[in-house]
Nanobody
């Protein structure tokens, strides 16, 4: 249902753009989120965006560096990651939350669909 891409190896300070294409009906009915999971760590929210795209959430450690966006006409969501740090290294997952809410979810539980994950490695 969700296909994520765009991960790779980058040096600290570099940029990557993750993309996630959703093959769901009525994509605009889904809040979207990007999560990440580093080895030995729990999955954590990175950013989330409302159905309309008007509201967005970022975890504190990525504020000012990452930008989440969506294109409802193309059923896609992006995560632009700038000024990457070694601590950003993780597998990144996109997720879709079928919701009537105008906002977004910041915990994994409400999300109905998950992408396969794309590995981001930031070298120091």
């Amino acid at each position: 249902q969700l296909q994520a891409s765009g991960g790779g190896l980058v040096q600290a300070g570099g940029s990557l753009r993750l993309s996630c294409v959703a093959s769901v009906r009525f994509f605009s009915n889904y809040g979207m989120g990007w999560f990440r999971q580093a080895p030995g760590m729990e999955r954590e929210i990175v950013a989330a965006i409302s159905r309309s795209g008007h509201q967005a959430y970022y975890r504190d450690s990525v504020k000012g560096r990452f930008t989440i966006s969506r294109d409802n006409a193309k059923s896609t969501v992006h995560l632009q990651m700038n000024s990457l740090k070694p601590e950003d290294t993780a597998v990144y997952y996109c997720a879709a939350d079928r919701t009537f809410s105008s906002f977004y979810s910041t915990t994994p539980g409400p999300y109905d669909y998950w992408g396969q994950g794309t590995l981001v490695t930031v070298s120091s």
